[in-house]
Structure formats: C-alpha cells, structure tokens
C-alpha cells in the first residue's frame, strides 16, 4: 500500500499567485507567478521529548528507529486514516518537533494495538508500546485530555487490582458513566436483548448477580496491596521523569 | 507415543465466565468428548487484558504469571491450556519477559513475596492455545476419526486475530517449518474444521484486527475493521466466520449489529466458535456446544445444513 505522507508544508503557508501586488513578509513580491510557499522557521525544539517518551512504558526502544516506513505501511489504523503515521511520529518525537506532533495529539491515542507494526519492524522498537507512550505523554503534560481508551484502561485496571477479577457488564457501566455516556445506547441495547433471548436462565443470574455478588479471587487482599504500592511508585517515578510536580521556581 | 496434553490446567479466564461463555461451555464438552481431561486452575485471577499492560506492563506480567504459578506450584501442571486470544498471549508475554528481562523478574518477585505466593519461574508451564490442545493431542486425524456428523458444505472463513500470532518473538515454537503454527498464515483451525469436513474458503484476513482493544472506547473504529472481516468474509463466499477468542468473538457479534443498527448496513455471515463447529461435527447437540448463548443467530442456518 502506498503511504500517503504528510507535508511538512502547512496549507495557511501557501499563497496563491493571482498577478496581483503580493507583499510577504515585508517583500513586494507582485507578479505572475503560481504558488509561493513562506518560509517557515522552526526553532521551538523540545530537545526532552524523546527522553521524557522513553521513560514511560513501551517507549524503551525508540532509539532504535531508522525510519524504514515499516510500521506504517503495516498499520490497521493507518489504513482508514493516513494522518495516523506511527513512523512519522517517532521521527517528530526524537528530532523535537513538539508543535508538528501536537498536530496530530487527537488521534495517537487510536491506536488499536493490533501489533502488526512490531511484527514488520526490523529494528525492533515495538512502535505499538510508542504510541501508547506517546499518548501518555500527551495526556500527562495536559495537552489533551484522558482518551476514552485510557478511562477504560483505568476502570478496566482498578477493578482487576480490586478483586483480582473483572465482570464486564460492571466494566461497561463504569466506563460509559466515567465519559459521560448514555447507560442504554441503541445498539448496546439490541446487544442486551439479543442476549436475554438467548441466554440460559442461570447465566443471566449469575451476570445479574453480579451487580450485589462480584467475582473475585479469594484472599487477593496482599497482592492488592503490594499492587497498588507498585503502582504508585510508578506513577511517581513517570511525572518525576517528565518534570511534572516540580516546585515552582 | 504417549498422547501429547490429556490432562492439563484449563485457565477461562474473565470473558469466558462472562460473554464467552458458550467458548467455555464447548471447550469443555469438547474435551469431554474428546477424551481430554481439563482441570480449572485454582482461585485464578485476570491476565490483565489488552488494558492492565496500558497502566503498567510489569504488572500483566505479574498477573500472567501468578496464574502459571499457582498452575505449576500448586497443582503441579506442566501445561496451561488458553483458550481466549487475550489470555493466551499474556503468558506467553509473561513468559518471554521472565525468561528475558531482569527487571519484570525482578517487579514479578517481589509482587509475588508480598501477596504470599510462589514466584513463578521461567519454564515451569508451557502455555497452549485450545487450537494447540487439539491440534496436538489428537491432530486431523483423530478428529477425522470421530466426526459424525460432517461438516460438508458448510463454508467457512477462519479468523485467528492480532493476539494468537503477533508480536513474533513471544511465539518461539511457531515459524519452524511443516507441521508447526504460521505466525503470517496460521492453519490450525483451517486444518481441524477441514478435517470436520468443513469448506474452507480463501479468506484473506485471517490476522487482521477487528479493534476489539477499543471496541468501547472507538466504537465506529471498530464497526469499520469488523466490517472490513464480513464484507471480505462474504466475499469469499462463506457462510461462518470460525473464531478461537471472546473479544474477537462478541466484537465481531457486536459491531455486526452495530453497523446494522447505526448504519444500515446488513450482513448475515454466522460467527461461531471453533468449538463449537468441532463439537457438532462430534455429534454434540447445539445446545450443549452452548449454540443458543451465542448473540449471532446461527440455529437457522446450522438446521438447513443438517448439523441442527
Ligand atoms: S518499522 Fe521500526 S524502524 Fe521502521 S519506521 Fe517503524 S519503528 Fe522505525
Ligand atoms: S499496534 Fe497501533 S500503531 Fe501498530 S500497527 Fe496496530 S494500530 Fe498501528
């Protein structure tokens, strides 16, 4: 498949040529001409991006990249929308170019984790665990908000650490109120009554049961424990890699 | 030769207690009618999913691995059987990284001390796919051997998902030449259904991803790539999409309404799990092969093919 790359070229930048007076930047630059492209001069490098992205987890191996196009050749994502370009994001992420990363901050975190792109890459960077990074970094320095995907990661998360186990229907209804979202959509609810005409009677208990009775692993009481230690940590040694929580100066 | 997997440690793992559970119900009829014994790992705890590993990775490769040791130390297993994609792939992940990077070893450790725990080692389990488990045990020919009720003319599209055969380097028993699991062209569900008597038809997306990771998250996302499956699926000329993993299994269910319901656009491919088409090969009745829990509607099509 032909990767559809996008221009460094902003289309605001373009100027159309009309034979008319055209002064750009301070230059009479009238007459016939087609287009004029202005120059552009990026000087805002965040030299500490790509450190700080490689601190998070599956960001390690970035380094590694030399930029064959593999991944995004091979993307699910890529494939319905071409401004996804996991190659094309590494090489902004570790030349510095924040503000033409920032371009694209609302759709890195789309990334369906179908791991095609560490299937094909030759240098073994594991792009899927770049994005993921990446989408981390951009939530943790506020320059989008949390992505439905990380809500459900979390409710997904903090159940499993609760009660070792999860139940989906209890995931579904915390995660469709955390974002704000109808309980019963259309669809969700042909689901659901699909599935009472076909379900066993004592299936439909145990799944509504579950609403007062939750699985859970017997005795988990210490790994919950020494999970929710770890966790924080973690959290920790993250907002301490990407200078978030310093004191002001 | 002594027969490969006759009785191992069966891990359901969380979809299969909830919207898997006809992948679980069959798996076991299968098993019993196969002469396969399976026992439920004790108190097991969730693998993490495709979610736990996006809060931490060290902590799926805990979760995993807490599993195989209560398996290995506690039961005294040699092998954990998987049947959910997702689970299958996270101990095979936790075994990679144990065997490879001191520092989840390190992580797995101590998470392990401080909950009580044996601390699983490298090696201790083989992890296996339910595909695996029959494909070793007894292989086409013993399926062959029992059908009773053929397959034949049922045209089937096998659909295997991103997480049974990448990434590559955490499938080190597959690639390795005739008779072993393709990571780029996985067969062993084409081998058993074939060897029901099963139609195989050349379906190109066997490894393609169905965004089951946000299936809730990027709902329209998702009803495209499942979309993109029954579209070619149908193209292909089948009448069943066979799966081998509950999220791929209740998304391809979901968004196929999905995409009815919001979008107008019908499909009527069948979408039925491997265990299920075995069993009824076996002679197993729908409704034990768990056929009535599943959300797509197949009863029509199986009794106009004689297996209902
Ligand atoms: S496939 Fe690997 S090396 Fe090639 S561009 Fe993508 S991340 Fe870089
Ligand atoms: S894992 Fe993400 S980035 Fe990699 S190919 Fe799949 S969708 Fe694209």
Same mark, same amino acid.
């Given at each position: ?38 120059? =552009? ?22 380094h ?7 991944c ?10 071409p401004?996804?370009?996991? =190659? ?16 694209? @901050?609302d759709i890195?975190?789309q ?14 960077v ?14 943790? @320095? ?14 997904f ?44 009677? @004592? ?13 859970r692993?017997?005795?988990?009481g ?24 310093q004191?002001?100066? | 030769?002594e ?10 793992? #969380?979809?299969l ?32 999913a ?16 807490? !599993? ?6 506690e039961?005294?297993?040699? %092998? ?6 997702g ?19 390190? !992580? ?18 083989e ?12 292989g ?8 009773k009720? &053929? ?10 998902? #991103?997480?049974? %055969? ?8 597959k690639d390795?030449?005739?008779?072993s699991?393709? %990571? &780029? ?21 066997? %490894?393609?991803c #169905? ?28 009448e069943?999409?066979?799966?081998e ?34 069993g ?17 509607? &197949? ?10």
């Amino acid at each position: 498949m032909p990767i559809h790359e996008k221009s460094l070229i902003r289309p605001e930048d373009l100027v159309e040529g009309s034979g008319e007076a055209h002064i750009i930047d301070g230059v009479d630059v009238s007459g016939h001409w087609s287009t004029f492209i202005k120059s =552009r001069v990026v000087k805002d490098y965040n030299e500490d991006m790509e450190a700080e992205i490689a601190a998070l987890p599956g960001g390690e191996f970035i380094h590694r990249c030399w930029q064959c196009g593999s991944c995004t050749n091979a993307c699910t994502v890529n494939a319905i929308n071409p401004d996804f370009n996991p =190659r094309y994001w590494i090489y902004l992420i570790r030349t510095g170019m924040e503000e033409e990363l920032l371009r694209d @901050k609302d759709i890195i975190w789309q990334c369906v984790s179908c791991h095609k792109c560490s299937y094909t890459c030759p240098r073994d960077v594991l792009p899927e665990g770049v994005m993921k990074a990446t989408a981390h970094w951009l939530e943790l @320095k506020g320059h989008t908000p949390k992505s439905h995907s990380t809500v459900f990661d979390e409710v997904f998360a903090e159940q499993v650490i609760k009660t070792g186990k999860i139940e989906e229907g209890r995931v579904l209804r915390r995660f469709l109120t955390r974002t704000g979202q109808p309980l019963l959509q259309g669809w969700v609810l042909t689901m659901a009554l699909r599935m009472i005409r076909h379900f066993p009677i @004592k299936l439909m208990i145990h799944m509504g049961l579950a609403n007062f009775i939750h699985p859970r692993t017997s005795g988990w009481g210490r790994a919950r424990a020494a999970i929710e230690e770890y966790v924080e940590e973690q959290e920790a040694e993250h907002r301490k890699a990407l200078k978030l929580d310093q004191p002001a100066e | 030769m002594e027969q490969k997997y006759k009785k191992v440690a069966y891990y359901p793992g #969380c979809a299969l207690e909830g919207t898997g559970h006809s992948y679980s119900r069959s798996t076991k009829e299968l098993g019993k009618a196969l002469g396969l014994e399976l026992e439920e790992v004790k108190n097991w705890n969730c693998c993490g999913a495709m979610e736990v590993k996006n809060v931490d990775p060290k902590l799926q490769t805990y979760l995993s691995s807490r !599993v195989m040791s209560i398996a290995a130390n506690e039961m005294g297993y040699d %092998t954990v059987m998987a049947p959910c994609n997702g689970c299958y792939h996270n101990l095979k992940k936790a075994e990679y990284d144990l065997e490879n990077d001191p520092a989840s070893v390190e !992580v797995v450790g101590k998470l392990s001390e401080k909950a009580g725990h044996q601390t699983y080692e490298a090696g201790q389990v083989e992890t296996i796919h339910a595909l695996d488990w029959i494909k070793d045990s007894l292989g086409e020919e013993g399926i062959r051997a029992r059908v009773k009720n &053929s397959l034949k003319d049922l045209k089937i599209a096998n659909y295997y998902g #991103c997480m049974y %055969t990448r990434p590559r380097h955490i499938f080190p028993e597959k690639d390795k030449g005739e008779g072993s699991e393709s %990571t &780029s062209k996985p067969h062993y569900m084409d081998d058993l259904l074939a060897a029901a008597g099963a139609e195989n038809v050349d379906f190109p997306l066997k %490894t393609a991803c #169905c965004g089951g990771a946000h299936t809730l998250s990027d709902s329209d996302t998702s009803t495209r790539l499942v979309m993109n499956l029954i579209r070619a699926a149908e193209a292909s000329g089948a009448e069943v999409i066979a799966t081998e993993c509950p999220t791929c299994h209740s998304g391809l269910e979901m968004h196929q309404i999905r995409a009815e319901k919001q979008h107008g656009e019908k499909s009527n491919v069948k979408i039925i799990y491997f265990t299920q088409l075995l069993g009824l090969a076996l002679g197993l009745s729908p409704r034990q092969v768990g056929i009535h829990e599943n959300v797509s509607d &197949s009863m029509g099509l199986l009794k106009e093919k004689g297996l209902a």
